[in-house]
Each structure stands twice: as C-alpha cells, then as structure tokens.
C-alpha cells in the first residue's frame, strides 16, 4: 500500500511540476549553465599555470563539488518548501484525512522533486564528463557507497526543517545554515585546505566536509572502501546522532500539530 | 440502531500564546447509522473543533470518541478510511491540475484500487454534475463548482460517513438546494450514508436534518428533531396587529395582562395603528382581543409575527437571539 502511494505521489508530484514549464526546463537548463561556468573557471585556473586539484582537474573537482552542492541544497529545502506550499494552498488537510500514515502526507509531496535532485545530478556528471570531466579513475562502488551514508545524514536536516516549518509555519534557518555556512567550508568549490586552521574548525564540525571528500576520493582517485573508511565512519557517526534527532523533532511537530491544529491557517 | 459515532465527555482546550482557550467542554452525543445529523450552533461554538477531532485532524484534550467503531485517537487509519471531510475551504485543490488528476490522487491516497480509480471518479463527478469539467484546471472552475468537487473528492473511497462543515458556504441557493437534495436523497436514502452536517444557518437544517444539535460555548444545550426540540419551548408567540380605537388606552390595558411580554406601538395613521405584541403564552391571545372589545376598538387585522423556526429554539437554549452586539462580546472572547 506504502508502495503504490509513493508512487502516486512521485506521479502527481511530476505533473504540478510539469505544470510549470518554464520552470520545469530552467532547472535542467539551468544544470548545464553551471557545467559551463565550472569548465570557463577550469580554463581560467589552468591559464594561471595551476593544474591538478586534489588528484585531478579542477573541472572534475567543481563537477563533483556542484553535483554535491544540489543534495546539500535539496536536503535542505525540498521537504519544506514541498510542505510550505500544501500549506498555502490548502492541500494540505484533505491529504491528511485520507487514510495516509501522517509523516507520509508531510514528507511526501517532496518525493518528485527528490528524484528529480538524483536525474539533476547524473544529468551534470553526464554532461561534464562529456565536456572533459575525468571520472576513469573512479571507483563507483565506494562512490555510491559514500553517496548513500551522506544523504541519510543530509535528510536529517531536511527533517529538521520540515518539523520547523509545521511548528513555526514559515521559512527555516536550516537554509541560510546550507546556503551560506555549507558552502563556504565543505569544500564545495574549493578544498578546505585553503582555509586558515581556525576556520577548517567549522568545517570539520560538518558531514558535508566529509562526504565531499570521500566522494571525490572515489570519483577522482579511485579510492577503495577501506581508504575512504574514516570518513564513512565519521558520516556514519552523525547520521546516528541526526537522523534519530530529526525524527524526533518531526514527531514533536506532529504532535504540536494535532494539539493546535493549524496547519491550513497559514 | 448503531451508534455510528460517539462522543462521551468530549473536550478541547486550545493553547493559544499561553492562554487556555476550551473550545468544547464534555460532550456527550452518538449519531446513528444513516442519520442526517446536524450540528448547529452561533460562530465559534465549537462546530468545526468537533469534526475536526471526530475526523482526526486535532488530538481531544479530554474524553473519547469513536467513529465507524474505532477510536479517533488510537485508530486514526481506520477512522480516516471511513470518513470523508467537507470544509468551506473551497481553495484547496492543485489549480493548475485538472478536476480528474486532483482526484486521481485523493483516491490513490484513500486506498482506491488502481483499477477502480477511473470508473470510481466518473461516478463522483456525474453525481455532482460536473463530468463536462473533468478535464478543466481546478483554477478555472467557480467556487460553487469547486465546492461540488470537494463534495465529490470526500466521497471518492464511497466512505459510510461524511462529515460536512458549512458546504454550502459559497453556493448560490439553486446549487446549495442542489447539494442538498443529493445529500439527503442519495446519499442518505440510498446509500445509506451517516451525513453529519454543520451550519450556522438554520432555514439550512429545518427541513433537511433528522435530529439536530444545538451548541454554545462548547457545550450542548439539545439534541433532537426539529419538532421535538420545538416542543421543549413554551408557547410563546408574537402578533402583529392593526387596529381602531383609542392607542394609548389599549395599549394600556394589554401591558396590565399577565402574560403580555411587551406592547410596541409600530405606526400610527388617521384611524389605525399597528402594534407588535410578544406573548408568554399564545393563549393570552384571546385576553388580548378581549380588551379590544370592551375599549370599544376594533380588530382590522392581524398575524403570527414570529417564525416558527428554530431561531427562537436557538435563542432560548443559548440564551438569546445573536445580536451584533453578543457576537462582537463572542469575537472579544477569543
Ligand atoms: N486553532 C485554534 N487555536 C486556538 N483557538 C481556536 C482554534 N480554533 C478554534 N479556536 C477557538 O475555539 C472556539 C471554537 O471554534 P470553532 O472553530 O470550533 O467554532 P465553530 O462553531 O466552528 O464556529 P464558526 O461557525 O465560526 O465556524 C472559538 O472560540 C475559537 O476562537
Ligand atoms: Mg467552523
């Protein structure tokens, strides 16, 4: 049952998008741009006499950082805004007296534009590889791997910022936390290195550093499971410690929810 | 008979930014299979709280309530398969989708096999007459038409129960009369449907709900047939009156009758005046012509000037009509 409601709202989920054309074909269009700004960048650097980054060119560095960069961003926002917009249109209350499991009706709506982050991503690495990008090294086994102990921890902040949605009924501080701290010192489009010591602080304090890095270890230098161990270990480490946190803030959202009951009042 | 729904000693306290707001206090009531029941009550009695309780969307803060046999609170699946919910929130559609693709999806959420989905949405949409905008983005129908697809939408798993709040909100009165002849007739009488039915307007209840309950302030103050809750109330009655004779002396000996509540004098002309006169019981009335004669008046004409409607059960069980004063007292209590 599960099953077949997934699947209708991966189903109805496509068709609001689709609805919107225009914006439905910026976000693909949108994909390919950067790939371009990432090449131009590349070009830049290499005429500046720099070559390889971390073990590769940084055309494959910024590939990857940019895949990395939607998850961190849909991670952040899908679930959401998804729920955010149910909410002001009222869609929200007949979802939830139907005879759906409640964390399904809230989280739900996002499962299109989720899949939609997967198609983004490969259709960028697809694309790079095409301009340049080189993934011969990679070692795809240990990438999916990172790929998939990441994005537990990353939905947990997801979670996190849909709960904060229900409770609050409006925009999180989960987003500015992704667009501005996340980018700056994970590493996305540069290595972490380059920051000062006192810095690199914060970015050891986040998942994203080490997921990055164990992900550009698979894809640029083909490293094996057990080299990027550490890092998986430490990934694991706050997926632990988030998800069950999340989960419990979702849980205290719902129950908020039901004890006030204003969802459609926006 | 089944008692389809039961309440016992059913009640909701808001929090509202650190005040305690109890919306509904200890309610007691069970509605029987098939029945057309109706929850009336002046704004902010507690209507909406009630159905939304009875329909899982908020946790009671005191009490109990089952619906189609199980619990609201433990077993909000099974409740939410066998209801379906109204609200006047005729919004609350995917505007860019199509009537058909919105209830595509309602119904893969309410568990309708894959393979029923399509005849199942033909048989709502014929219902509610609007097969020709099947295919018509949900943003471009009107509000009434939106407010037959929400009708149609809460029925889409074919649920024994449907709870209605104010579904004819937005309905002109052909459509609104519309709705209601399908609800009692088909849903109902054929179907055989438990409709439990809110409004705050009474012409909508009279002659349309079996039994009826009366809330204010959270609290019942009847239940019954419409008939039966209007022989709860004293014979009161008031008369309007044109006659001859002289205004002040008649006027006079009325006010010294036991029984007369208030003698108001409307207008007067070169021969006749006309008074409204409110009576305690209707059978002073004949006391009332009495004094007609021996002043030497005459009686041009008169009639029943009350409506025998449930607006005075109303105004008797919640202590007096909704003037625009108590409504605003209502508004400030919040
Ligand atoms: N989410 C809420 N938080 C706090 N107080 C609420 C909330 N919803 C309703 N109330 C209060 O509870 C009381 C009952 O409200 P309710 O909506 O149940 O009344 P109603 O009978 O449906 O009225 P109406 O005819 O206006 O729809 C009111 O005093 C209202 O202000
Ligand atoms: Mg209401």
Same mark, same amino acid.
């Given at each position: 049952?599960?099953?077949?409601?997934?699947?209708?709202?991966?189903?109805?989920?496509?068709?609001?998008?689709?609805?919107?054309?225009?914006?439905?074909?910026?976000?693909?269009?949108?994909?390919?741009?950067?790939?371009?700004?990432?090449?131009?960048?590349?070009?830049?650097?290499?005429?500046?006499?720099?070559?390889?980054?971390?073990?590769?060119?940084?055309?494959?560095?910024?590939?990857?950082?940019?895949?990395?960069?939607?998850?961190?961003?849909?991670?952040?926002?899908?679930?959401?805004?998804?729920?955010? !917009?149910?909410?002001?249109?009222?869609?929200?209350?007949?979802?939830?007296?139907?005879?759906?499991?409640?964390?399904?009706?809230?989280?739900?709506?996002?499962?299109?534009?989720?899949?939609?982050?997967?198609?983004?991503?490969?259709?960028?690495? %697809?694309? %790079?590889?095409?301009?340049?990008?080189?993934?011969?090294?990679?070692?795809?086994?240990?990438?999916?791997?990172?790929?998939?102990?990441?994005?537990?921890?990353?939905?947990?902040?997801?979670?996190?910022?849909?709960?904060?949605?229900?409770?609050?009924?409006?925009?999180?501080?989960?987003?500015?936390?992704?667009?501005?701290?996340?980018?700056?010192?994970?590493?996305?489009?540069?290595?972490? !290195?380059?920051?000062?010591?006192?810095?690199?602080?914060?970015?050891?304090?986040?998942?994203?550093?080490?997921?990055?890095?164990?992900?550009?270890?698979?894809?640029?230098?083909?490293?094996?499971?057990?080299?990027?161990?550490?890092?998986?270990?430490?990934?694991?480490?706050?997926?632990?410690?988030?998800?069950?946190?999340?989960?419990?803030?979702?849980?205290?959202?719902?129950?908020?929810?039901?004890?006030?009951?204003?969802?459609?009042?926006? | 008979?089944?008692?389809?729904?039961?309440?016992?000693?059913?009640?909701?306290?808001?929090?509202?930014?650190?005040?305690?707001?109890?919306?509904?206090?200890?309610?007691?009531?069970?509605?029987?299979?098939?029945?057309?029941?109706?929850?009336?009550?002046?704004?902010?009695?507690?209507?909406?709280?009630?159905?939304?309780?009875?329909?899982?969307?908020?946790?009671?803060?005191?009490?109990?309530?089952?619906?189609?046999?199980?619990?609201?609170?433990?077993?909000?699946?099974?409740?939410?398969?066998?209801?379906?919910?109204?609200?006047?929130?005729?919004?609350?559609?995917?505007?860019?989708?199509?009537?058909?693709?919105?209830?595509?999806?309602?119904?893969?959420?309410?568990?309708?096999?894959?393979?029923?989905?399509?005849?199942?949405?033909?048989?709502?949409?014929?219902?509610?007459?609007?097969?020709?905008?099947?295919?018509?983005?949900?943003?471009?129908?009107?509000?009434?038409?939106?407010?037959?697809?929400?009708?149609?939408?809460?029925?889409?798993?074919?649920?024994?129960?449907?709870?209605?709040?104010?579904?004819?909100?937005?309905?002109?009165?052909?459509?609104?009369?519309?709705?209601?002849?399908?609800?009692?007739?088909?849903?109902?009488?054929?179907?055989?449907?438990?409709?439990?039915?809110?409004?705050?307007?009474?012409?909508?209840?009279?002659?349309?709900?079996?039994?009826?309950?009366?809330?204010?302030?959270?609290?019942?103050?009847?239940?019954?047939?419409?008939?039966?809750?209007?022989?709860?109330?004293?014979?009161?009655?008031?008369?309007?009156?044109?006659?001859?004779?002289?205004?002040?002396?008649?006027?006079?000996?009325?006010?010294?009758?036991?029984?007369?509540?208030?003698?108001?004098?409307?207008?007067?002309?070169?021969?006749?005046?006309?008074?409204?006169?409110?009576?305690?019981?209707?059978?002073?009335?004949?006391?009332?012509?009495?004094?007609?004669?021996?002043?030497?008046?005459?009686?041009?004409?008169?009639?029943?000037?009350?409506?025998?409607?449930?607006?005075?059960?109303?105004?008797?069980?919640?202590?007096?009509?909704?003037?625009?004063?108590?409504?605003?007292?209502?508004?400030?209590?919040?």
């Amino acid at each position: 049952m599960t099953a077949a409601k997934l699947l209708a709202l991966i189903t109805h989920n496509f068709r609001l998008a689709w609805a919107y054309k225009l914006n439905f074909v910026t976000r693909y269009l949108g994909m390919i741009i950067s790939v371009l700004l990432f090449f131009f960048l590349d070009q830049l650097l290499q005429r500046g006499g720099a070559g390889q980054v971390e073990g590769g060119t940084y055309f494959t560095f910024l590939i990857i950082g940019g895949a990395f960069s939607k998850f961190l961003e849909l991670s952040s926002h899908a679930f959401s805004a998804n729920l955010r !917009e149910e909410m002001l249109q009222g869609t929200i209350e007949p979802l939830l007296v139907t005879a759906t499991p409640v964390t399904l009706a809230l989280l739900g709506p996002s499962s299109w534009m989720l899949l939609e982050g997967v198609l983004l991503v490969l259709i960028q690495l %697809g694309v %790079g590889t095409a301009v340049g990008a080189d993934f011969s090294q990679a070692n795809w086994g240990t990438a999916v791997l990172v790929l998939l102990v990441s994005l537990s921890s990353l939905i947990s902040y997801g979670i996190f910022s849909a709960a904060f949605v229900i409770v609050f009924k409006r925009g999180d501080p989960m987003n500015w936390f992704i667009n501005s701290v996340a980018y700056v010192f994970s590493g996305v489009f540069f290595p972490v !290195e380059l920051l000062p010591a006192w810095l690199r602080i914060i970015s050891y304090a986040l998942p994203f550093t080490y997921a990055l890095r164990a992900l550009r270890g698979a894809l640029m230098r083909g490293e094996t499971i057990a080299e990027v161990g550490g890092d998986l270990l430490v990934l694991g480490g706050f997926t632990a410690v988030l998800l069950p946190l999340s989960l419990f803030a979702l849980r205290y959202a719902i129950r908020h929810l039901k004890q006030t009951g204003e969802l459609a009042h926006y | 008979m089944t008692e389809i729904i039961k309440a016992t000693n059913l009640s909701k306290t808001y929090q509202s930014r650190g005040k305690a707001v109890t919306a509904v206090s200890h309610i007691n009531f069970s509605v029987n299979q098939g029945e057309l029941f109706g929850l009336f009550g002046p704004n902010g009695a507690g209507k909406s709280t009630i159905v939304r309780m009875l329909t899982t969307l908020l946790a009671p803060t005191g009490g109990t309530a089952t619906v189609n046999g199980f619990d609201v609170v433990r077993q909000e699946m099974q409740v939410r398969a066998s209801i379906g919910l109204v609200t006047a929130d005729e919004r609350s559609f995917y505007g860019r989708l199509t009537a058909r693709q919105n209830l595509q999806f309602y119904a893969a959420m309410q568990n309708v096999p894959r393979g029923q989905i399509p005849q199942r949405i033909g048989e709502v949409l014929a219902l509610f007459g609007l097969s020709h905008k099947a295919d018509a983005a949900t943003q471009s129908l009107s509000t009434g038409q939106k407010q037959r697809l929400n009708i149609a939408r809460a029925l889409i798993h074919n649920p024994p129960i449907l709870f209605l709040d104010e579904p004819t909100k937005s309905m002109d009165v052909q459509t609104s009369d519309f709705v209601k002849a399908l609800i009692r007739d088909e849903l109902v009488n054929q179907q055989g449907k438990t409709v439990v039915f809110i409004s705050h307007e009474l012409y909508e209840m009279e002659n349309f709900c079996d039994r009826v309950i009366i809330l204010a302030n959270g609290t019942v103050q009847a239940v019954g047939t419409p008939a039966e809750l209007g022989a709860l109330l004293p014979r009161r009655a008031l008369f309007r009156l044109v006659v001859e004779g002289n205004p002040a002396a008649l006027a006079q000996g009325w006010q010294a009758l036991d029984g007369v509540e208030s003698v108001t004098e409307i207008s007067r002309g070169a021969t006749q005046t006309t008074f409204d006169i409110a009576l305690a019981d209707e059978r002073v009335w004949f006391a009332v012509l009495a004094v007609i004669e021996g002043g030497n008046g005459r009686l041009e004409s008169y009639h029943r000037a009350d409506d025998e409607s449930l607006r005075r059960i109303v105004a008797h069980f919640s202590g007096g009509e909704l003037t625009a004063e108590n409504a605003e007292d209502a508004e400030k209590k919040r």
